[in-house]
């Protein structure tokens, strides 16, 4: 074919036409490049979910949702994150990702601050992976006690774990107080650590291994109090001259440190008795039965030197054995 150049009347109508067409208004062209902008940000949300790729996807929801916080996809969005929040959480709780846990529950309850699903979830999770461990850390005990408060609260004002069959109140009650009490502990406040655990046991007293825990570890607190008060009466004691020992009782100081032993030795008694007698009736090792056993019947001779036959002992544990035994009554909730 020739080789045909455009005459100058073609060129013509090609401007003409050129000047011709209508301009694109700029803000029907900021409108479009706005929706591709937007259909972008959906996308890379749209895309990393479907790809499972959670961390991913949350970042880009959240992206763009503050970008496009009335966009055409930001109630969907809005909805979905909770949703993956939870499924993640679920997955570090698995894991035992305590950290993990940690993180996405605090993100889960800036928009839902009682949720207790999430408080109860993060608090019992600390409380077993770490507070219970052997050995155990309190690297989180702060926010297991925080979250532990606050679903007491909600518990005590009526409100129960969604989506959980048969909800056992006075269980849920009795762990969330025994991480109060594992911290008093920790933080060295034998006397408030001590309320805290017979409370804890009183929510759910039948739950053995709660109740054995609980009370192993207020033997050792009432243990380590009966110490304390036998050396301050030996000390008081080592003041009295020894043509007066015999007589000793009859000092002020002497008999307020002999009363202090007694109300110690009595606690500690109390508390032994009722581990020993839980362990035989509920079938708990015997090692450590017996290892507190040995501690009980120690303290009581020093308590009761009359009784050499450990007759009043025996009656004791006996009347324990008898109530653990007995079927448990209605909680009422």
Not at 112 to 141: G, M
Not at 230 to 244: F, M, Q, R
Request: aromatic share 6%; glycine share 6%; no cysteine.
């Amino acid at each position: 074919m020739p080789n045909r150049k455009p005459t100058a009347v073609a060129i013509a109508g090609l401007l003409a036409l050129t000047v011709a067409l209508p301009l694109l208004p700029a803000s029907r062209a900021n409108a479009q490049e706005v929706v591709q902008d937007e259909g972008a940000a959906y996308r890379a949300w749209h895309d990393a979910s479907q790809a499972g790729d959670n961390v991913k996807a949350l970042a880009a929801a959240k992206d763009y949702l503050a970008k496009y916080p009335s966009g055409q996809y930001a109630d969907f969005v809005k909805k979905w994150i909770p949703n993956a929040l939870m499924a993640s959480l679920d997955a570090a709780i698995k894991e035992k990702r305590t950290a993990d846990v940690i993180t996405i529950g605090r993100q889960l309850l800036e928009s839902d601050p009682e949720n207790l699903n999430v408080l109860y979830a993060v608090a019992f999770n600390i409380r077993r992976n770490e507070l219970l461990a052997s050995p155990a850390s309190y690297q989180n005990a702060a926010v297991a006690v925080e979250l532990a408060k606050k679903a007491i609260a909600l518990i005590g004002a009526g409100k129960t774990l969604t989506g959980v069959q048969n909800f056992d109140k006075s269980a849920t009650l009795a762990w969330l107080t025994q991480i109060l009490a594992l911290n008093e502990q920790k933080n060295g406040t034998p006397q408030g650590a001590i309320k805290l655990y017979e409370q804890s046991t009183g929510f759910a007293p039948q739950d053995v291994q709660l109740a054995g825990r609980n009370l192993l570890a207020v033997v050792a607190l009432r243990q380590s109090a009966y110490t304390d008060a036998a050396k301050a009466y030996n000390t008081v004691l080592s003041a009295v001259p020894e043509s007066d020992r015999a007589a000793a009782d009859t000092k002020p100081e002497v008999k307020a440190a002999r009363d202090r032993i007694n109300v110690e030795a009595d606690g500690l008694i109390d508390t032994a008795a009722r581990f020993v007698a839980l362990a035989k009736v509920k079938g708990l090792p015997a090692a450590t039965r017996d290892r507190v056993n040995q501690t009980l019947e120690s303290v009581y001779k020093t308590r009761f030197p009359e009784d050499a036959g450990l007759a009043g002992l025996q009656k004791i544990l006996q009347e324990k054995e008898a109530a653990l035994a007995a079927p448990a009554a209605p909680s009422g909730d």
